[in-house]
């Protein structure tokens, strides 16, 4: 079967910097990521929560797989709170983002998300996720062109 992975890019007019400290910083992180704010030490292998701010409630969870600042973070994600899905390794999708410099105030933030081919419930969950709409990728891009 081939691979199927969910990819997107956005060009960003704020450096490379800007856009990785939204990545990684809860100062920011709440504003796109659904209220959640993520709980880890970035270090690979190390765990990563989602955890909501508001009711402390797990959403997302999953470990850091790369985290080479500030050009690429990589890490696993399941819905901890699915229980058609076994929280296996096996079912944890791979979230990768990469930074790339386009000069001096600006950058590229390409995501790709998957092997949904890989996972159980594999097709349900790319349909349930590739319909939305680019929400976190423009408001990750508001966020970090106000800093600028």
Known sequence: MT??????T????????ALWKILTDNEFIPQYMFGCKAETDWKPESP??????ADGKVYVKGKIV????PYLL????IDPNNPALSDVPENYLTMT?????????ASTLEVRQGDFTA??????RYKDTVGGDDYLLVAMKKI?????
């Open 97 to 105: 983002f990469q930074v790339k410099d386009r000069g001096t105030d």
């Open 119 to 124: 996972v159980a419930n594999g097709e349900q």
């Open 10 to 17: 956005i060009d960003i007019d704020a450096p490379a910097e």
């Open 144 to 148: 970090a062109e106000a800093q600028v």
């Open 48 to 53: 990563l929560l989602w955890r909501g701010a």
């Open 74 to 77: 990589e890490y696993t994600v």
């Open 66 to 69: 790369t985290f080479n600042a």
């Open 3 to 8: 691979e199927r992975f969910i990819e997107k």
